[in-house]
């Protein structure tokens, strides 16, 4: 006969191997040269080869491939379980010394033994690890396949405390997680990389193992020798992070719908007040707006950036809503939403004990990967898009974990990490917008803040760009930062004077009055001036017409404000917002010319309201709205009789000392006293 095909397309062609009774190598004499006779039922059949080497190779080939098929048919329906171990040992060790250079000889009796336990279900704890101590020696060198990653995640799950564990799978993982994995095709690898270190993370020692681990991925030297190292562990870390809010997010009783996460709260309010919501970052004119009640009714809220626009309305029926801009079909981000309302920043979000632990593993490996010099490039950029579910960025306890990585890029010299703060595409918010005072992650009160701005702009290419995106988004925790002191927000201020960021001369003489307050912003104002003679003469004019204090301003902050300028024409004040209490009346009666005061949501009570009464009779606007004031502070308000508006919603007001104050105040025009006794 001519040359025949190969073995493998002629067996697939004539016979199945199970039909194959022998195989032989032919010899020099009674054969043709390079020959394989292959015994059948019904005869032989002859198979000639091109070459010895060829001939060598279909001839292992076609016993290694009956001897599968053996094993196959004896571990299908296995009896002993004594058996079955030694007939796995002696597979695996067919496997390693087969002289075949094939991926599929050591992949072969996984496959078999993953099916096998697959099959059998109702083994004891110890025959699981007896199985996986014998095909151990196959996992050097070659991935588990997907059921049998199943079987190794159930094995970590229930004991975790195990040695196979320790000594079986630690190379199994390290050899997963420093080649070039597509965990896209082969999700179940990852899953049993995320089992693994979370049954490290139950040993003794918890997070020191871990570390440890983590310490054996990266090397000894300082840059690690393992490119696939780090992506790997990332995409472990953000899939284990995804699934401790998994159940929250699909379970339709539990995760806010977005409509509730702009509304600012998780489940619906059986009674809410109908006002617009408050804004993180009002600016002098909107809070000024919101003074008066008859122009909260005539205009609406804006609050624009460059992706969405949130308009609140403020009828009776108001509810936010959120449009999308013209050429962007896409639902508005988490963070553009979460940063309308402050409510959003205390969401409820409750994790159960397993998810808890999960998190707090996984955020605390990310820490540890920020921690290496030579990584840090690398994670900056993976983190930089904010792969996280919403959920996850409106957990109190998921972002202060998180704050230290962002810490570490703040704090990197390195343009290519801490340029990463930023947002990934212009129209998208980034960790800066995130951490910074007003964003849901923010609990400090800007030292974050102040660190980011101070390294970004030490390397920032376009200053006067940043500086006005800062002037747009962040004045008001710049202004109070630069209050307290802060050298970086001193700064940032005399830099917006000095290249004219701020148009309005109302705030442009609150941003000086803020800098004479400190001894080192003096100091740089006087500096400032010296260079500019227009600071001059628009501080010769006069003080501002016109004053905000920025959110979570406190007492003392106000009092060295007041204390640092002339604010003798100052006719409108807006305190709405801030930590300010009654303590600071006495600052505020010095203002002779004050008409409008907002003290919309602060700690003002009855004491400071009685000392406001005896003194600022020129008053004619004031908002109480949602302060702590009863009908004792209320009452005093019956002296003020040049009041012409007054905001009296959700106080504890009654009715009694509702109709008084209207016989005494014949000016007032507009008021409200919904969600009070009054209404």
């Not at 900056?380 to 904010?386: C, D, G, R, T, V």
């Not at 202004?479 to 001369?505: F, H, K, P």
Request: glycine share 4%.
């Amino acid at each position: 006969m001519g040359p025949a095909a190969g073995p493998t397309g002629y067996m697939e062609n004539s016979v199945s191997y199970s039909a194959i009774e022998d195989v032989q190598l032919l010899s020099w004499e009674n054969a043709p040269k390079y020959c394989l006779q292959l015994t059948i039922p019904g005869g032989t059949v002859l198979l000639q080869a091109a070459n010895s080497y060829l001939r060598d190779q279909w001839f292992h080939s076609l016993q290694w491939k009956k001897k599968i098929y053996k094993y196959k048919k004896v571990l299908s329906n296995p009896s002993r379980w004594e058996v079955v171990l030694k007939e796995i040992r002696t597979l695996v060790d067919m496997a390693l010394t087969s002289p075949l250079q094939d991926d599929s000889i050591n992949q072969a009796p996984l496959e078999i033994v993953s099916k096998l336990l697959s099959e059998n279900t109702n083994l004891t704890t110890q025959e699981h690890e007896n199985i996986i101590v014998a095909i151990a020696p196959l996992l050097e060198n070659n991935h588990p396949p997907p059921d049998l990653c199943e079987f190794f995640c159930k094995h970590c799950r229930e004991r975790p405390r195990s040695m196979v564990v320790i000594e079986v799978f630690t190379p199994v993982v390290q050899r997963i997680l420093k080649h070039n994995m597509d965990f896209g095709k082969c999700p179940r690898l990852r899953l049993f990389t995320q089992e693994y270190i979370l049954a490290l993370n139950e040993l003794n020692a918890g997070m020191e193992v871990v570390k440890k681990f983590i310490q054996s991925m990266h090397g000894p030297t300082g840059h690690c020798p393992h490119p696939r190292v780090l992506p790997n562990l990332v995409a472990v870390c953000l899939a284990a992070i995804y699934s401790c809010y998994e159940e929250f997010i699909n379970s339709r009783d539990n995760s806010p719908s977005l409509k509730e996460i702009r509304n600012g709260c998780q489940q619906p309010c059986d009674r809410k007040p109908t006002l617009p919501l408050r804004l993180l970052h009002p600016s002098p004119d909107l809070v000024s707006q919101e003074a008066t009640l008859s122009e909260a009714r005539l205009k609406s809220v804006v609050v624009a950036s460059s992706e969405i626009h949130v308009e609140v309305e403020p009828a009776s029926t108001a509810k936010p809503t959120l449009t999308a801009s013209a050429g962007d079909d896409n639902e508005p981000n988490l963070i553009d939403c979460l940063m309308v309302s402050p409510a959003c920043s205390t969401m409820s979000i409750e994790l159960g004990p397993q998810a808890d632990r999960t998190l707090g593993c996984y955020v605390e490996i990310l820490k540890l990967l920020s921690d290496y010099d030579d990584w840090r490039p690398s994670l900056a950029s993976l983190l930089q898009p904010i792969p996280f579910p919403k959920e996850a960025l409106a957990h109190e306890k998921f972002t202060k974990e998180l704050k230290y990585v962002i810490q570490r890029f703040a704090e990197d010299p390195r343009q290519e990490v801490h340029s990463c703060l930023l947002s990934v595409r212009a129209g998208k918010d980034g960790w800066f917008q995130l951490y910074s005072p007003g964003g849901v992650a923010c609990d400090d009160d800007g030292e974050l803040f102040a660190s980011m701005v101070h390294i970004l702009m030490g390397s920032c290419y376009k200053t006067k760009k940043f500086l006005l995106s800062l002037a747009e988004n962040k004045l008001g925790p710049c202004m109070l930062l630069a209050l307290r002191g802060n050298q970086t927000m001193v700064e940032i201020l005399c830099l917006m004077l000095e290249y004219n960021i701020i148009d309005n001369n109302d705030t442009q003489l609150q941003i000086i009055s803020t800098l004479e307050s400190t001894g080192a912003g003096k100091r740089m104002y006087e500096q400032l001036c010296d260079r500019q003679r227009e600071l001059k003469e628009l501080q010769r004019k006069g003080g501002p017409t016109r004053l905000t204090l920025p959110s979570k301003s406190t007492d003392a902050d106000l009092a060295r404000l007041l204390s640092s300028g002339s604010f003798g024409n100052l006719e409108n004040l807006s305190l709405a917002f801030t930590n300010v209490t009654s303590a600071c009346a006495e600052h505020l009666i010095k203002l002779p010319s004050l008409k409008q005061l907002n003290l919309w949501s602060t700690q003002f009570g009855d004491a400071g309201l009685r000392l406001l009464s005896e003194h600022l009779t020129m008053l004619q606007v004031l908002n109480l709205c949602e302060t702590p004031v009863t009908d004792a502070g209320l009452l005093a308000l019956s002296s003020m009789k040049s009041l012409c508006s007054l905001n009296m919603n959700s106080t504890k007001l009654s009715a009694d000392t509702y109709e008084d104050l209207k016989a005494k105040l014949p000016n007032l025009k507009e008021v409200d006293v919904r969600y009070t006794e009054a209404w």
